[in-house]
C-alpha cells in the first residue's frame, strides 16, 4: 500500500515536472529569438547608417574634388587674364607708337606735300609772268610786237592794231581766268568800251 501511495506520487511529480520545463524553454527561446531580431534590426540600423555614412562622405569627396578642381581652373583663368592683360598692354604700347610714328610721317608728307605745291604754285606763277613776257615774241602769238603793250594787270597786254584794238590775256598750262578777267572779257564781247579824253592843266 505504502509502494503504491509512493509510485503515485513519484509518478504525479515526474509528471508535472516535464509540464513546467517545456513552458521555461519556450520564454527562453522566444526572449532569445526576440533579441535575435532586435539585435538584427539593430545591425541593419547601424549598417543603413554605415552606408549614409559612405554616401554621405563620397559626396563629400566629390564636393572637395570638384572645389580643388574650380580652384585649380580659377588660377589658371587668373593666370590667363593676367598673360592676356599683359600682352594687350604690350600690343596696345606698340600700336600706340606705331599710330604716333605714322601721324607723324603723315604730318611730314602733309609738309612735304605744302612745300611742294607752294613750289609748283610759285613755278606757274614764274613760268606764266615768262610766258607772259615771252608771249610776243613766241609762234602762237597772232600779233605784231610793235603794236602791244604790256599792262601785266588785269590784262596782260592790248594791241593797238590798224584796224582794232585787242586786249590779249596770255595763259600757261590749265590756268583760268580770273572773275575779274571775266567780267572784262565780257564787256568787250559785249562791246561796253568807251573812249574818254582827260585833260590835264
Not at 25 to 44: G, P
Not at 122 to 137: K, Q, W
Request: hydrophobic share 30%; net charge neutral; aromatic share 8%.
Amino acid at each position: 500500500m505504502g509502494g503504491i501511495i509512493y509510485y503515485n506520487i513519484y509518478d504525479s511529480y515526474f509528471y508535472k515536472k516535464p509540464k513546467e520545463q517545456p513552458e521555461q524553454e519556450n520564454k527562453e527561446e522566444q526572449q532569445r529569438q526576440q533579441e535575435s531580431i532586435l539585435s538584427e534590426q539593430i545591425d541593419k540600423f547601424i549598417e543603413k547608417d554605415r552606408q549614409k555614412d559612405i554616401i554621405h562622405q563620397t559626396s563629400v569627396n566629390k564636393l572637395t574634388q570638384e572645389i580643388t578642381n574650380l580652384r585649380e581652373k580659377q588660377s589658371e583663368l587668373l593666370l590667363t587674364n593676367k598673360n592676356w592683360e599683359k600682352s594687350y598692354n604690350q600690343l596696345n604700347a606698340e600700336q600706340l607708337l606705331k599710330i604716333g610714328s605714322l601721324e607723324k610721317q603723315i604730318l611730314e608728307v602733309s609738309e612735304q606735300k605744302k612745300k611742294v605745291t607752294s613750289q609748283k604754285k610759285s613755278s606757274e606763277v614764274r613760268l606764266g609772268h615768262i610766258a607772259e613776257t615771252l608771249a610776243p615774241f613766241l609762234e602762237q602769238f597772232e600779233f605784231d610786237p610793235e603794236t602791244c603793250t604790256f599792262m601785266g594787270r588785269p590784262i596782260d597786254y592790248i594791241s593797238f592794231g590798224d584796224d582794232e584794238i585787242t586786249f590779249i590775256e596770255v595763259k600757261s598750262g590749265k590756268s583760268q581766268l580770273s572773275a575779274k578777267q571775266r567780267h572784262i572779257r565780257d564787256l568787250v564781247k559785249n562791246k561796253l568800251v568807251a573812249w574818254k579824253e582827260v585833260r590835264i592843266k
